[in-house]
T-cell receptor, first 108, second 115 residues
Framework: DAKTTQPTSMDCAEGRAANLPCNHS???????VYWYRQIHSQGPQYIIH???NNETNEMASLIITEDRKSSTLILPHATLRDTAVYYC?????????FGAGTRLTVKP | DAGVIQSPRHEVTEMGQEVTLRCKPI?????LFWYRQTMMRGLELLIY????????DSGMPEDRFSAKMPNASFSTLKIQPSEPRDSAVYFC?????????????FGSGTRLTVV
C-alpha cells in the first residue's frame, strides 16, 4: 500500500472548519483513500473514503486532488468532541495499515 | 446491530500466563482483523481473516501469538506465554469484502497488562 504523510498535530478553533491534509504521492490507480479517527481510548472510527471524486457525508468532506497525490479531510464546523487523532490511509488491498496520524485539538 | 464485541475489556495477568482475547464480528462481515496499539509502535496489524481463513499473519510478533477463527461469528487471539512487553490495547475489527466497500468497524478493545 502507498505511504501517507500527515502533519503530527493541528489546532482548530471550535466552530471553524478543520482542514486536515494528507500526502500520498505514490498512490496507484486502484487504491482508495480512507480516513479514520480515534478518540482517546476508543477504537478507530471510520469517517469517509474515496477513489477519485470528492465525497461528503454527515461527518465530513473529502477533497482529492486531480492527480490523486494528496487529499484533505474537512470537518465543516469542528466541535470539542472532534478532538482526536485522524488517520489517512491508502488502501490497495483488503487490509489497512495505520500510520501515526494527525492529532487534532479543537479549542474553545 | 451491536457492533464488534470484544472481551474482556481489561485483562491483568502475570508474566508466563496464557491470555486469550475474544472477538465477535458484525454478522455478515467476511473480514476480521486483529490490531495491537502501543504508544511506541502505534496501531499494528497483527493478522486478518477472510471467510474464517487466515490470509496474512506477517504482523504476528512471535510464535507466542496465535489466532483462530473457528466460525464466522468468533475469533480468538492467544498469547502463551505472556510477557510484560505484550502489554497493549488489542483491537478487533470487521468489514465486508473489497477495499471500496466502506470502512472497518472496530471493537472497543481489550487493554492487556502483563506484570
Amino acid at each position: 500500500d502507498a505511504k501517507t504523510t500527515q502533519p503530527t498535530s493541528m489546532d482548530c478553533a471550535e466552530g471553524r472548519a478543520a482542514n486536515l491534509p494528507c500526502n500520498h504521492s505514490t498512490i496507484s490507480g486502484n487504491e482508495y483513500v480512507y480516513w479514520y479517527r480515534q478518540i482517546h481510548s476508543q477504537g478507530p472510527q471510520y469517517i469517509i473514503h474515496g477513489l477519485k471524486n470528492n465525497e461528503t457525508n454527515e461527518m465530513a468532506s473529502l477533497i482529492i486532488t486531480e492527480d490523486r497525490k494528496s487529499s484533505t479531510l474537512i470537518l465543516p464546523h469542528a466541535t470539542l468532541r472532534d478532538t482526536a487523532v485522524y488517520y489517512c490511509i491508502v488502501r490497495g488491498h483488503n487490509d489497512m495499515r495505520f500510520g501515526a496520524g494527525t492529532r487534532l485539538t479543537v479549542k474553545p | 446491530d451491536a457492533g464488534v464485541i470484544q472481551s474482556p475489556r481489561h485483562e491483568v495477568t502475570e508474566m508466563g500466563q496464557e491470555v486469550t482475547l475474544r472477538c465477535k464480528p458484525i454478522s455478515g462481515h467476511d473480514y476480521l482483523f486483529w490490531y495491537r496499539q502501543t504508544m511506541m509502535r502505534g496501531l499494528e496489524l497483527l493478522i486478518y481473516f477472510n471467510n474464517n481463513v487466515p490470509i496474512d499473519d506477517s504482523g504476528m510478533p512471535e510464535d507466542r501469538f496465535s489466532a483462530k477463527m473457528p466460525n464466522a461469528s468468533f475469533s480468538t487471539l492467544k498469547i502463551q506465554p505472556s510477557e510484560p512487553r505484550d502489554s497493549a490495547v488489542y483491537f478487533c475489527a470487521s468489514s465486508r469484502n473489497s477495499r471500496g466497500a466502506g470502512g472497518y468497524t472496530f471493537g472497543s478493545g481489550t487493554r492487556l497488562t502483563v506484570v
